[in-house]
């Protein structure tokens, strides 16, 4: 059982190269979350999809793109990378039915901009 | 705005002692009600959730949770901690009927003495 799957789990990037986080779940989830975690600040919601071919933005979506071109997979794309950027970052999906409700999460990308 | 608030950055308890983390949030409706808790370099994990009815809430691993309106709170509890249960604890809310607006309290990390 996979569940979600991050990867690279770590990176580093220099200011202005870009750069795509790859997630995928195996569950057959609708929704699918990427989240950013600071030191001390909780997570932070920043684009989700609840379905194939729909995105919508979250909190902190600004210098952040996503795609969701297939039920498995939401890839989020840094393009012109900043050190504000730095963080660890969160896939996460979940299904569709409310009572059910629950938040799988992959192991996380710890992301470094130099 | 609606926020959600963990007082308590960081607490220490004895093995065997008993647990309460804070949470309290400000919605205009009440919220559902989410705890989730994250390991060291690992993802977040679903401890409990409250819908609605009974306001005292079984999770897993001997958590428990009570809902109380009037104090706008949802404070996690455990009778016995264990050394394993040592992690950051994230309290998170989200109004009815959006999927995609989720929010997390900063955080209670949760040292366990020998």
């Known amino acids: 059982n996979a569940g979600v799957t991050q990867t690279p789990k770590f990176r580093i990037l220099k200011i202005g190269q870009s750069m795509t986080l790859q997630c995928t779940q195996d569950?057959?989830?609708?929704?699918m979350y990427w989240y950013r975690q600071d030191p001390g600040m909780g997570l932070k919601l920043i684009y989700y999809?609840?379905?194939?071919?729909?995105?919508d933005k979250g909190e902190v979506p600004n210098g952040y793109n996503v795609s969701r071109s297939t039920t498995e997979d939401f890839p989020l794309r840094l393009e012109l990378a900043a050190p504000s950027q730095t963080s660890v970052y969160f896939c996460?999906?979940?299904?569709?039915?409310?009572?059910?409700?629950?938040?799988?999460f992959g192991s996380g990308t710890q992301l470094s901009v130099l | 705005a609606q926020s959600v608030t963990q007082p308590d950055i960081h607490i220490t308890v004895s093995e065997g002692a008993s647990l309460e983390l804070r949470c309290n949030y400000s919605?205009?409706?009440?919220?559902?009600l989410f705890w989730y808790v994250q390991s060291p370099g690992q993802g977040l994990q679903l401890l409990l959730k409250?819908?609605?009815?009974?306001?005292l809430v079984q999770g897993i691993k001997g958590f428990e949770a009570e809902f109380k309106r009037s104090q706008s709170s949802f404070n996690l509890r455990k009778p016995s901690v264990h050394w394993s249960d040592a992690a950051e604890y994230f309290c998170?809310?989200?109004?009815?009927?959006?999927?995609?607006?989720?929010?997390f309290g900063k955080g209670t990390k949760l040292s366990v003495k020998p």
């Open positions: 996460a999906s979940s299904t569709v039915e409310e009572w059910d409700e629950k938040l799988f």
């Open positions: 569950m057959n989830h609708n929704y």
């Open positions: 999809s609840v379905g194939a071919g729909i995105t």
């Open positions: 919605y205009g409706a009440t919220p559902y």
């Open positions: 409250y819908f609605s009815g009974d306001t």
């Open positions: 998170a809310a989200r109004g009815g009927g959006s999927q995609g607006n989720l929010i």
